[in-house]
């Protein structure tokens, strides 16, 4: 198999830091963006040959396409887009300001579409290409406490269900992932908080304690090997979930959803302007 060359965003820590390093002990070359460079520096030294550091704020579009094209020029292709950047805002939606909705969309959701629209032109012209989109299981289901988040990643979902079948013809594949929770920096020193109101927190403590129950959090290098076979898959697949609890997740809040449209079918019916069966 010929080394493929890899555009990762938010490379200096969780996931993207491991994915890179990945990529690279296989003889790959990567592309590794970062707000800050300095986690990378020893990769750098490593890899002196097959990496290529790029300092990179998502939110800013200019400096997006100039990143993907310097990446494309110094590499001569792309094989692997990866969209990873992002962070967990945590407040209720009553509590969550407009700044902080505005910056969630604007690096975990905008952040993508720029890197993605950058980085199209370029895999339309080589015939060939893997966009993907790290997501996460709450971009199809939802719990409080973390609503812009969930927004982001709902939108990211639906532009690349459209994204996938708008550039299959090209050759270029799409998959989102969808991971569980995982040891990351995710709810740590990368997140941001809401000023809390007192009135949500007999709530806030409920979550806590649901959310201790609901997740025994994966190994992130562990993801390495998951990432690299869907990767290499022939047909990799829109979708798929990185961990041992969202398949159950999604099933029972899928389950929930069909049951609900069932029962109020009559009325959408109604809506229509025709009768039920």
Not at 175 to 197: K, N, R, V
Not at 227 to 233: F, G
């Given at each position: ?109 905008f952040g993508a579409l720029w890197v993605t629209q950058a980085a199209l032109p370029h895999l339309r012209a080589q015939k060939s290409g893997h966009i993907i989109q790290v997501s996460s299981i ?110 159950a997740m999604a099933k029972a809040d899928y389950a929930s959803r069909i049951a609900l449209w069932e029962e109020w079918n009559a009325v959408a019916i109604e809506a229509h302007g025709t009768k039920?069966?």
């Open positions: 198999m010929l080394p493929k060359v890899w555009f990762i965003t938010g490379t200096s820590r969780g996931f993207g830091l491991e994915w890179a390093t990945a990529a690279l002990e296989r003889g790959d070359k990567v592309v590794a963006t970062a707000r800050k460079l300095d986690p990378l520096r020893k990769l750098a030294d490593k890899y002196s040959s097959t990496l290529l550091p790029l300092e990179l704020d998502v939110t800013n579009r200019e400096a997006v396409v100039s990143a993907v094209d310097q990446g494309y020029e110094h590499f001569g292709q792309l094989d692997v887009v990866i969209n990873n950047a992002g962070y967990g805002l945590f407040g209720m939606v009553e509590e969550v300001s407009e700044a902080q909705a505005r910056a969630q969309m604007e690096t975990n959701f709450g971009g199809i289901t939802a719990f409080p406490l973390v609503s812009m988040y969930h927004a982001s990643k709902w939108a990211l979902e639906g532009l690349s269900q459209s994204l996938a079948q708008e550039v299959r013809g090209f050759g270029i594949s799409v998959t989102l992932i969808e991971p569980g929770g995982f040891a990351t920096d995710w709810g740590g020193s990368s997140a941001a908080h809401a000023d809390a109101l007192p009135a949500y927190d007999a709530l806030k403590k409920e979550v806590a304690e649901q959310r201790k129950k609901r997740w025994q959090p994966g190994d992130p290098a562990a993801t390495r090997s998951a990432l690299l076979k869907i990767v290499d898959a022939e047909h990799p697949p829109l979708r798929v979930f990185f961990g041992d609890a969202p398949l039920a069966p």
